[in-house]
């Protein structure tokens, strides 16, 4: 099956993350995967919610947005309330994110992760993930906290079946042919947080659901290495 760019099954697309990206946040991350752009921020307050308080450990939550502009026709904004989609995926991300973290080490201090997907071409769910982790490793830096809070690191990749092809990293004029489609969150040491896998009008086997898992797997790796090159530059 032939891809745009040429790129091979088993290939990502270009993946560039700028850290800092904005000057009041106290972490970002400017995320440029493909075709997507997502902006990913991280903001610190010294509380936590109710239900947390007194008993001496954080909270890391996070919102996702698409902007009007962001899709070939204009997305609507959700000023009175948020879609079903948006508020899985806002849930997703701060799942990934809590699933790699000491909140006791945080104290009872709250992180609040936004992504706005600025521009969207297929697999923003995973690009916003990837970007939040950056995007909250720099606003925990600036705590200078006495031991490290995170357990791993954590990223995701989407992978999918497509006219019979397995696909990594599909874009959306692949996403909407697929047959199956699955977005995969792994920690650094290779380690699930989450796998959602969705039959489009279609079943998969084990065996096929394991070789979509490998990909993705292998994927992950590549996406990882990005990653952390971008935590270890200055």
Request: aromatic share 6%; glycine share 8%.
């Amino acid at each position: 099956m032939k891809r745009k760019n040429k790129r091979k099954p088993d290939e990502l697309r270009p993946i560039r993350i700028t850290k800092n990206y904005l000057k009041y946040a106290h972490g970002s991350a400017l995320v440029e995967w493909g075709n997507n752009i997502i902006l990913c921020s991280a903001t610190i307050e010294n509380k936590v919610p109710p239900w947390l308080e007194g008993k001496g450990k954080g909270w890391i939550t996070a919102e996702y947005a698409m902007l009007p502009a962001s899709t070939s026709q204009r997305t609507q904004r959700e000023r009175q309330k948020i879609g079903g989609r948006t508020f899985e995926i806002q849930r997703l991300i701060g799942r990934s994110l809590r699933a790699v973290a000491d909140l006791k080490k945080l104290g009872e201090k709250s992180i609040f992760v936004d992504c706005d997907v600025i521009q969207a071409d297929g697999g923003t769910r995973c690009a916003s993930i990837t970007g939040a982790y950056v995007a909250l490793a720099q606003a925990i830096k600036t705590l200078n906290l006495p031991s490290p809070m995170f357990k791993d690191c954590v990223c995701a990749v989407s992978v999918g079946m497509v006219k019979n092809n397995y696909l990594l990293d599909l874009d959306y004029s692949e996403d909407v042919l697929a047959k199956v489609d699955m977005n995969v969150v792994v920690t650094g040491k290779g380690q699930f947080v989450e796998v959602q896998g969705t039959g489009e009008e279609a079943t998969f086997s084990r065996e096929e659901l394991k070789k979509m898992l490998d990909l993705a797997l292998k994927g992950i790796k590549n996406v990882k290495k990005i990653q952390s090159d971008v935590l270890i530059n200055p």
